[in-house]
């Protein structure tokens, strides 16, 4: 029996990592376990569950030697709920309507200011380094949800992976740092500083600021769509401008 215990076990390997539902049992579970962390972290900034989700999962894809393909086939159920996720964020927004119409003028000054600095930064260092069209598209779009930014990069010709993988960098690292910058700077309205994380670093820097607190959170959400919107709309005329 034990002769046989492993040429079994190889089989039933093989079988298993063809499943979507494996992976998508991986990707559950990797995040799962990375929220108990930051759970009993306190939910500390560092220890922020998506990103250590990540570095898991792509252990274990390298360590079983499984080509990402096969891993998205099953991921991709996940992938397909960010849009009813997003959605979701009207519930919030509806809670505080009336705490959202009396900050509407600064919140739409605000939209327009950090909609212009987050694509303008990007072309312009991009510019300066001589970078190619195409990886110029596939990074304007970094500061919006991905399945809006891969829509737009894939639209004007980018590349919808790299584009994912410069968004969720984006709201990894304005997740992990919103919190200290602006205790650093001693901004304690909730509102701003769900507003600013929320356009910076769409969904994942939205989760981080319900993490912190609800109103933080709605407005949060409330800059992630509204952003999302407006560099549908820049991206394509700024990039134009660049190539004229």
Do not use: C
Request: no cysteine; charged share 10%; proline share 6%.
């Amino acid at each position: 029996m034990s002769n046989d215990f492993a040429p079994r076990t190889f089989e039933l390997w093989v079988f298993l990592s063809r499943s979507p539902l494996l992976w998508l049992t991986v990707t559950l579970a990797a995040y799962v376990a990375a929220d108990r962390v930051s759970q009993a972290t306190g939910r500390h900034p560092l220890a922020n569950p998506v990103l250590h989700s990540i570095w898991l999962i792509g252990l274990i894809l390298w360590a079983t030697s499984t080509p990402y393909g096969t891993y998205f086939e099953g991921a991709q159920f996940v992938h397909f709920l960010l849009g009813p996720a997003t959605v979701s964020l009207a519930f919030p927004l509806y809670e505080h309507r009336k705490t959202v119409l009396k900050a509407l003028v600064p919140m739409l000054a605000a939209l327009f200011v950090g909609s212009i600095v987050a694509l303008g930064s990007v072309l312009l260092v991009g510019s300066l380094l001589g970078l190619p069209q195409e990886l110029l598209v596939a990074m304007a779009p970094k500061s919006v949800t991905a399945a809006v930014a891969m829509g737009i990069a894939n639209t004007l010709g980018g590349d919808p992976a790299l584009t994912a993988v410069m968004v969720a960098l984006t709201g990894i690292l304005g997740a992990i740092i919103v919190t200290p910058l602006f205790n650093l700077l001693k901004v304690t309205d909730w509102r701003a500083r769900g507003f600013a994380v929320g356009l910076a670093s769409h969904g994942i820097g939205t989760a981080r600021a319900f993490q912190v607190h609800p109103l933080a959170g709605t407005f949060a959400g409330i800059a992630m769509g509204l952003n999302a919107l407006l560099t549908a709309i820049l991206v394509p005329l700024a990039l134009g401008l660049l190539a004229g």
